[in-house]
Structures are given as C-alpha cells and as structure tokens.
C-alpha cells in the first residue's frame, strides 16, 4: 500500500505551498509546467502512491471512498494558449486551456478548431483524453484527427514527446493518438499541439454534432481490446511505462 503520508511530506518539501489543496478532502496537486507533473510522477513512483488525473469537466467527479488514498493530478493551471503558428495552421497550448475559448483566442489569426465550437464544458486536455468526437456528413470527426504532438508526463517520472508537429509525420501508426483517448490511464498531457484549419473552412463544420462522450465502452474496450489496434497499444504502453499502476482505471459505481 502507498505510504500517502510520505509521498505528501516529499511533494510539501519540493514544490510550492500553493501547488498542493485540499478539494472536498482529496488532496490535488496543480503542476504549472511539464516539467512540475513530471516531477510528481517521480515522486508518486518511488513512494508506490497512486494517482488521478483530472480536469474540469470529469465524467468521474474525484470525491468519495474511491479517491481517498488517490491523489489528484489537476490541469487547471496548464491553461495558456502557448503558440499560434499561422503559417503552419497548428497551435501548442497547455491541457487547461478551456475548449471553447480556443477559437475565440483564434479569430484574430483566421483560425478555427472544429471541436472547440461542439458544446464540450471541459479543457483541451480532457476532450483529447475522452476522445470528444463529433459527427460530421455521417462520419465519425474525433478530435484526435488534429492531434499532432504533446507534452506527456509518463507514470514513471520521464518526460515524453510523441508526434510531430506537422500534419503527417510517419507513415503507419501515430503514437500520439493512443493518448486520445486514454482517459489518463497512460499519462498526463501537460501541453498539446493541434492543427487549426483556415476559417474559410468554417461553413463546412456548421453542422457537426457532438458525440455522446462513452467512457463505458472504454472501459469495456480496455478489458477486452479484441482487434482494436489502439486499445492493443494503449495495453503495451501501459504495461512497460506503468507497471506499478500508478494510474488506476476508475470505474463508476451506482
């Protein structure tokens, strides 16, 4: 079992006062750059404790018997608008940010992001962790279709960057999308890099419509992969970077 105690005094004598609070008796820590989440992973590895990552919109709310010897990873404070390319037509922003104030930040460049018009409530970081997916002209539009590299604090204390910032980096499987969705379960991303579209496109997204967000078919996929190649990589990762479980699967209860 976690020595929760321990793992607290380390993050108190490392970091900040103001990084560590207490929501509704569960203690949550508000890394302020990639390099503070990694440094919390560390921690949380040497001392076996386990944790959960979360942002504004959960469809797990982190509250009850569950969480009591969790401790949150929050991104509220990785909430900056990092980049705006225009001439690439991509962006790095932190997980905080709010979706749907990404195109408001954007109209002045004549950029757009379909999915930050969808009525999704919560950040970037956990509309690419549900997997937040739209229908658009009877196809399935997620948004992970314009994720194209990340920040990635993994379970065990190391800082990753998969992708590219680009629209194709490699031909074949993209390693950054098995981190959309993966609802935390692999690690936590502390700054994505999307690509916008010109707003000259606009009118063509008018009508998509948001998907409902399903985290039990998640989990029914995460037990059973079956032929999913995502879900089968998503497993391998989480077998050689998370062999601890520091990051458990949540699963609701009644």
């Known amino acids: ?22 929501q509704r008796g569960i203690s949550t820590f508000h890394p302020e750059s ?27 709310d982190p509250v009850g018997d569950k969480f009591k010897n969790l401790v949150v990873i929050g991104t509220d404070r990785l909430n900056r608008l990092i980049e705006i390319v225009p001439g690439d037509y991509y962006i790095i922003v932190g997980a905080g940010y ?6 408001i930040a954007l109209k002045e460049y004549d950029l757009f992001l379909p999915h930050a018009d969808l009525p999704y409530v919560g950040s970037i970081g956990g509309a690419l962790a549900s997997g937040l997916s ?6 399935r539009l997620p948004i992970s279709r314009y994720f194209l590299k990340a920040d990635v604090a993994m379970p065990e204390g190391n800082l990753i960057r998969p992708g590219c910032g680009c629209f194709k980096s490699v ?18 991303i502390a700054n994505a890099w999307l690509r916008v579209l010109p707003v000259s496109e606009r009118p063509n997204y008018e009508n998509i419509i948001m998907r ?16 999913s190649v995502s879900a089968q990589y998503s497993l391998k990762i989480k077998s050689k970077f998370d062999p601890k479980d520091t990051l458990p699967l949540i699963v609701p209860t009644d």
């Open 1 to 22: 079992m976690a020595d929760q105690t321990d793992f607290m005094r380390a993050v108190k004598d490392e970091f900040p006062e103001d990084r560590l609070t207490y």
């Open 34 to 60: 990639p390099d503070e989440a990694t440094a919390v992973f560390k921690l949380a590895d040497r001392f076996n404790q386990k944790l959960f990552i979360s942002g504004f919109g959960n469809i797990i």
């Open 98 to 103: 709010p979706l749907k104030e990404l195109n």
């Open 134 to 139: 739209a229908d658009y002209k009877g196809h």
């Open 171 to 188: 031909s074949g499987f993209d390693i950054v999308r098995v981190f959309s969705p993966s609802w935390g379960l692999l690690g936590f």
């Open 212 to 227: 409902p967000i399903e985290y039990d078919r998640f989990i029914d996929i995460y037990n059973n992969p079956g032929d």
